[in-house]
C-alpha cells in the first residue's frame, strides 16, 4: 500500500515558524511533484505550494504564502517538507502533502484531481 505520513504541525504564535514533513511509505517520491495544500474551517483546499520531481526541484507557491515559506525534498528519506516562517493567524488550516501523477509543478494554478496520493493532514493553528 502506498501512503503519505504527515508531521510537524501544532501551534505557534504569529511571526513563528514551523516544519511540516511528509514521509512517503510503499512507493518512491523521487519521480513524482509533489504539493502541500491546506483547507481552513468552512473553507475550500487550496494549494499551498509544489515542487517539481527530483531531476528539477524547480517549486512554486501560492501568492499568500510567497516569500514566508519554503518547499523542499530530501529523496534519500522519501520526504517532503515545508518550511513556515512569519506565520500569520490565515495560516491556520488543516495541512495536507500529495502526490501529483505528473512529474511538473503546474505554472499557475495547481488541478487538485492531478493528485494521486494524498496524506491525512496535520493541522497548524497560528494565534496572535
Known amino acids: 500500500q502506498v501512503h503519505l505520513v504527515e508531521s510537524g504541525g501544532g501551534s505557534a504564535q504569529a511571526g513563528g515558524s514551523l516544519r511540516l514533513s511528509c514521509t512517503g511509505s510503499g512507493f518512491s517520491l523521487d519521480d513524482y511533484a509533489l504539493g502541500w495544500f491546506r483547507q481552513a474551517p468552512g473553507k475550500e483546499r487550496e494549494g499551498v505550494s509544489c515542487?517539481?520531481?527530483?531531476?528539477?526541484?524547480?517549486?512554486t507557491y501560492s501568492n499568500s504564502v510567497k516569500g514566508r515559506f519554503t518547499i523542499s525534498r530530501d529523496n534519500a528519506k522519501n520526504t517532503l517538507y515545508l518550511q513556515m516562517n512569519s506565520l500569520k493567524p490565515e495560516d491556520t488550516a488543516m495541512y495536507y502533502c500529495?502526490?501529483?501523477?505528473?512529474?511538473?509543478?503546474?505554472?499557475?494554478?495547481?488541478?487538485?484531481?492531478?493528485?494521486?496520493?494524498w496524506g491525512q493532514g496535520t493541522q497548524v493553528t497560528v494565534s496572535l
Open positions: 515542487i517539481n520531481w527530483r531531476g528539477s526541484n524547480e517549486a
Open positions: 500529495a502526490s501529483k501523477s505528473t512529474q511538473y509543478c503546474s505554472p499557475s494554478h495547481e488541478s487538485q484531481s492531478e493528485y494521486r496520493v
